[in-house]
Each structure stands twice: as structure tokens, then as C-alpha cells.
């Protein structure tokens, strides 16, 4: 028998009380997005669920898709038959034979909504177990942690049965928490710090800062493609280049060497920060994890943000390397991450940056440069970019380079 829908659990929006309809309704909207490939689909929700009606189309393809949805706590392929204890039989049977083995132990799990139905639940679960035992040797009933849970619910226009759980995504749907302005470098953090957000329900804009002819097309390119890798989980991310030469090479001119990353860091800080207003963001996002390079100790961090009162949220602050590269590779961005382009980053890197910078010390440094003309010229050669999952030019390179970290 075929799988005729798809059932979607909402996890932790079933949690937000008078404002779970706000929630729900940008999950439908993020599912009907994301399904748009697939015409014949019709999809519904409740306050308990999410049901995608398949109409023909292909299961295992429209799963693929939804498990990229934030908000999806875990999906379920879903035989719908009549309220027949035979055509029950015949679809649990038909669900367990594509997962079952020798030696499994399983269960029946049923619900009654439909308390007119001629069976109880107990009455069910016996007849259906029977049947699956008799159509499969060598398993077993076992009902406390069994191999497999079949799920069987009788509704008033069916009975619905589900063998396996996915894990979804989690998290919220996106663009339920507000703007954030992503300071998007080439490396492996930003990337990760993205997702991490996006998985709260935040929206993002990539905000990314370039040097020509510092740092090379190749380089940009990179970051363009690490922003398409997070469209696959939001859609289409406006990329803004921010054109950084100027900027940098007054500071190397101006500022002694070991301070020159404080001061790099606090005009991309202000800069992402006018982007912020004019794109009406609310906060700024950063891959800053505490103490894994001289910019991101604590003295650092004071100093650098000093130059605003706009939140700006690490995601991977208390995050080990080691778990940052984990998730990295599970999204997909950490073969483009570490191809050897560089960056604004690390072209004027000091040789010894000072990691305990003095803020009198920094704004006497400051003081020497216009910083409120670098600003406005910067802002005044802003270019945006809508980037889509799809535009992706450099991922085919990417299994060419590999990192022993």
C-alpha cells in the first residue's frame, strides 16, 4: 500500500499558548514554500499537527525537502484507509514490511478519537499485533523501548497508521523573531552562527565585507556560496557587500599593528550597524566564540563593542571548535568554508594582536583617522544581492580541499 500523507508534529510551538495560530501559520507558509516543486500536494493544519495530503506525489522526495523546515519537530509517513479493521491489517502490515527484520520487537499504539468505532483500543492493538506476527517471523510483541512503534489513530473519516518517525529540524519557524544583520566572513563560524539563528526563527540579511584587491572575486564568491547553503533553510538571503579596501588601508597606515584588529573589528561593527537601520534590522549576528582568537576575548569584545548599544548575539559563544565543525559539515557549509580564499580578516591579520586592548588607547588611535567619512563613503557603494539556495558556483569545488583541524 502507498503512502498517502505526510504527518508534521510542531514540538516546541505547541508550547506558546495564545500565540501558537501566529507560529503555525509561518510554519504552513515556510512548508508551502519549501513544496512549491510539487503541484499536486495540499497541505493543512491544526492546532495539534501539519498534514500534506500527497495526491501522488513521491513520500520520500517531499520528506527530503520538509526536513530542512525550522519549526518540524519530526514527520511521519501515513497510510489513511477506511474505518475497517481488515484494511487496517493490510496497511500496518504493509508499513512494518519496509522496516522490519529478524528478531525486532515492536508494538501497536492506538488512539480513538472516533469512540463509536466497533473495536477499543486495546481491542486494536491485539488484533493488529496478531496480524503482524503472523505475517512476519522472528518478532516479537515487546511493549516497553521495542524496535518499532506502529501508531494507529481512528478518526471520524479514517483510520491513519505510522510506522516511522523522522527528526525534523526543530527550532521555530523562521521570521517569527525578528531581522538580524549576519557579519557573513568566508570561514567556518559565521556560517554556523547563521543557522544557529535562522534556527530560532530569526531572519537574516549577510553582510559581508570586501577588499579588492586584497581579497580576490574567488574569495567573494566563496561568502556568496556560503550564503546560498543557508538559503536552503529560509530562502532567498539578501547578501550586502560592503566595500572595505579604503577602510582597511587607512588602519594599516594609521594604527599601530597590534591594535589594528580592535580597530578593523569596531568600523565593521559600525558599518554592519548603519546597515542594520537602513535595512531595519534589530540586532547584529556574529561566529564569535569566547577566547578562539584575539578579537574574541573578553577585553576584546568590550572594546570592540563599544561603538554600539544594538544587541549583538554570538550563538557559538560557549561553543567548542570541535562542535562548530560538526554542525558545519551537517549544513553543508564546511568544504566551502575551508577553501583557501582569503579574507578581510586575515589579509592585515597583525602579527601580534593585542588581546587585552585599552578602549583610551583604542579612541586615541581612532582619533588619528576620519572615521565618519570612511563610514559614509563606504555605505554610500553598498551592493545587495538576493542569493537563492541554487546559486551556488564554487560547491562543486569544494570536496578538492579538505582541513586536518
Do not use: W
Amino acid at each position: 500500500m502507498q503512502v498517502t500523507e505526510i504527518m508534521i508534529r510542531y514540538g516546541e510551538l505547541s508550547t506558546k499558548g495564545k500565540n501558537k495560530k501566529y507560529f503555525i501559520k509561518k510554519l504552513l507558509k515556510s512548508v508551502r514554500e519549501k513544496l512549491a516543486p510539487f503541484p499536486n500536494l495540499k497541505v493543512d493544519a491544526n492546532r495539534d499537527r501539519l498534514y500534506i495530503l500527497l495526491n501522488g506525489e513521491e513520500a520520500d522526495a517531499v520528506i527530503e525537502s520538509l526536513t530542512d523546515v525550522f519549526g518540524i519537530q519530526s514527520i511521519s509517513p501515513v497510510i489513511k484507509v477506511d474505518k475497517s479493521i481488515d484494511r487496517a491489517k493490510e496497511a500496518v502490515i504493509s508499513l512494518m514490511g519496509r522496516h522490519i527484520e529478524k528478531g525486532m520487537t515492536f508494538k501497536i499504539n492506538t488512539r480513538r478519537a472516533d469512540h463509536e468505532f466497533e473495536y477499543d483500543t486495546n481491542e486494536v492493538n491485539r488484533i493488529l499485533g496478531s496480524a503482524v506476527e503472523e505475517a512476519f517471523e522472528g518478532i516479537s510483541v515487546k511493549m516497553k523501548e521495542p524496535s518499532l512503534t506502529a501508531r494507529v489513530e481512528i478518526r471520524q473519516d479514517g483510520i491513519y497508521l505510522s510506522v516511522q518517525t523522522i527528526q525534523g529540524r526543530g527550532g521555530l519557524p523562521v521570521r517569527t523573531a525578528g531581522k538580524g544583520m549576519l557579519m557573513l566572513s568566508g570561514g567556518i563560524d559565521s556560517p554556523v552562527a547563521g543557522y544557529l539563528s535562522l534556527k530560532r526563527g530569526m531572519e537574516i540579511e549577510a553582510v559581508h565585507f570586501h577588499s579588492p584587491p586584497y581579497t580576490s572575486p574567488q574569495a567573494l564568491q566563496k561568502a556568496k556560496d556560503l550564503a546560498a547553503k543557508l538559503a536552503r533553510f529560509t530562502g532567498p538571503i539578501q547578501f550586502i557587500e560592503v566595500p572595505f579596501t579604503e577602510i582597511q588601508e587607512t588602519i594599516k597606515r594609521e594604527v599601530p599593528d597590534e591594535y589594528s584588529m580592535t580597530v578593523t573589528r569596531r568600523m565593521m561593527l559600525r558599518l554592519t550597524d548603519e546597515i542594520r537601520v537602513l535595512r531595519k534590522g534589530l540586532a547584529i549576528v556574529n561566529g564569535e566564540s569566547l577566547g578562539q582568537v584575539a578579537s574574541q576575548t573578553m577585553d576584546s569584545m568590550f572594546a570592540i563593542n563599544e561603538v554600539t548599544t544594538t544587541p549583538v548575539l554570538r550563538p557559538l559563544i560557549s561553543v567548542d571548535k570541535n562542535d562548530i565543525i560538526a554542525i558545519a559539515k551537517d549544513i553543508d557549509t564546511f568544504n566551502l568554508a575551508v577553501q583557501p580564499f582569503e579574507d578581510c580578516c586575515t589579509i592585515f591579520a597583525p602579527a601580534k594582536p593585542k588581546t587585552r586592548p585599552k578602549l583610551a588607547k583604542v579612541k586615541e588611535f581612532e582619533a588619528a583617522i576620519d572615521v565618519d567619512g570612511l563610514i559614509e563613503r563606504a555605505m554610500a557603494r553598498l551592493n545587495v544581492e538576493r542569493i537563492t539556495e541554487t546559486d551556488n558556483t564554487l560547491d562543486q569545488q569544494s570536496d578538492l580541499f579538505e582541513t586536518f583541524l
